[in-house]
């Protein structure tokens, strides 16, 4: 099955706890993603990856990092976690960026992680 | 910087009333995409429009390029139906793709 796997799906740790947070996709899409939801803010983009080796940040990446050793890997660092990186968190993927508009260049999204830094 | 807005926030209807939500943005895009969001979380992208219409059994999205403006339409709603719906788009900033979402219509059907 097609999918996107994220681990953790719930973590609860505390300030300064490095955690990674891992995401997975056997899709062989080019373009992954990762995002934070918070109530009122919606989707907010924490980086993104447009192949391997290829990373870039999104809107909110101070606390974060990323590497993209593998195509189908993408996970998600926090160094020094801290109370106001609390939120739900999604990994998505997609055939290329977003370059080529086609009904298949659609992203698929990971269940979500909910993480709560104490 | 691109600016979403969704309307309404919040929609209740009845099982079988036709439903619309709307999406506008400040700048240009090259894709826009409506996604449902269950109650347990999960996302799913529903559709990815550029331009014109599409249409998914019960529900239709329409974008109108010029005037910076998407709905989704859901006819014949079903209480399955309840869900938060968001949109994003996708845009150029610096010769990069960036992608802004809404924050979502949450709505409700009632038996």
């Known amino acids: 099955e097609a999918q996107v796997t994220q681990n953790p799906r719930y973590l609860i740790t505390v300030t300064g706890k490095k955690l990674t947070v891992t995401c997975s996709q056997n899709?062989?899409?080019?373009?992954m993603s990762w995002y934070r939801q918070d109530p009122g803010l919606g989707l907010r983009q924490i980086y993104y990856?447009?192949?391997?080796?290829?990373?870039d940040k999104g809107d909110v990446p101070e606390g974060y990092k990323v590497s993209r050793k593998e195509k189908r890997n993408f996970p998600l660092i926090l160094e020094s976690p801290s109370p106001n990186q609390t939120s739900l968190y999604f990994c998505?993927?997609?055939?290329?960026?977003?370059?080529?508009?086609?009904?298949?260049?659609?992203?698929?999204f990971g269940a979500g992680s909910r993480l709560t830094v104490l | 910087k691109n600016e979403v807005e969704q309307s309404p926030q919040n929609l209740t209807a009845q099982e079988g009333e036709f439903i619309t939500i709307n999406c506008s943005y400040s700048?240009?895009?090259?894709?826009l995409h409506w996604l449902q969001q269950h109650p347990g979380g999960g996302i799913v992208s529903l559709f990815m429009?550029?331009?014109g219409k599409k249409k998914h059994g019960r529900l239709i999205a329409t974008i109108n390029i010029q005037e910076k403006h998407s709905s989704l339409h859901i006819t014949a709603s079903h209480p399955r139906d309840s869900a938060v719906y968001i949109c994003?788009?996708?845009?150029?900033?610096?010769?990069?793709?960036?992608?802004?979402f809404g924050t979502g219509t949450k709505l409700q059907v009632i038996p």
């Open positions: 998505a993927s997609s055939l290329s960026q977003g370059w080529i508009v086609s009904g298949a260049n659609v992203l698929t």
């Open positions: 899709m062989n899409h080019e373009y």
């Open positions: 990856s447009m192949n391997v080796e290829v990373t």
């Open positions: 700048v240009g895009i090259s894709a």
């Open positions: 429009l550029s331009s």
């Open positions: 994003a788009v996708q845009w150029h900033s610096g010769g990069y793709q960036k992608v802004t």
